[in-house]
């Protein structure tokens, strides 16, 4: 069974900079395509972006284009999500799980509704 523990969050001020990490167990890990998502207060949780089980193929949502840049290692089962040019929007609490895709495709919607216990991101001055 797929697990995932996201680390990294913190608060940060506008323009700048943090990684996510999400750390993946299960001998399968290299079998996922990976998604971030985050639930802001008072909102519904949307999908950030997602990297296919390969690592070739990425999306983002159109918020964070340009901003935003996922990654993976599946040597190392993890995966990263390098944000830039953060603003107050951003803030939420930030989750990796499993997104629809396969190996050279993927799209930053969830598989299921098992949620780990997310990273807090705050961007405030």
């Known amino acids: 069974q797929l697990q995932l523990v996201e680390s990294g969050g913190g608060l940060v001020q506008p323009g700048g900079s943090l990684r996510l990490s999400c750390a993946g167990s299960?001998?399968?890990?290299?079998?996922?395509?990976i998604g971030w998502f985050r639930q802001a207060p008072g909102k519904e949780r949307e999908g950030v972006s997602c990297?296919?089980?390969?690592?070739?193929?990425?999306n983002y949502a159109d918020s964070v284009k340009g901003r935003f840049t996922i990654s993976r290692d599946n040597a190392k089962k993890m995966v990263y999500l390098q944000m830039n040019s953060l603003k107050p929007e951003d803030t939420a609490v930030y989750y990796c799980?499993?997104?629809?895709?396969?190996?050279?495709?993927?799209?930053?919607?969830?598989?299921?509704?098992?949620w780990g216990q997310g990273t807090q991101v705050t961007v405030s001055s």
């Open positions: 990297i296919s089980i390969s690592g070739n193929s990425t």
């Open positions: 799980a499993e997104g629809e895709g396969g190996y050279s495709w993927c799209m930053p919607r969830a598989t299921s509704d098992s």
């Open positions: 299960g001998f399968t890990f290299e079998l996922y395509a």
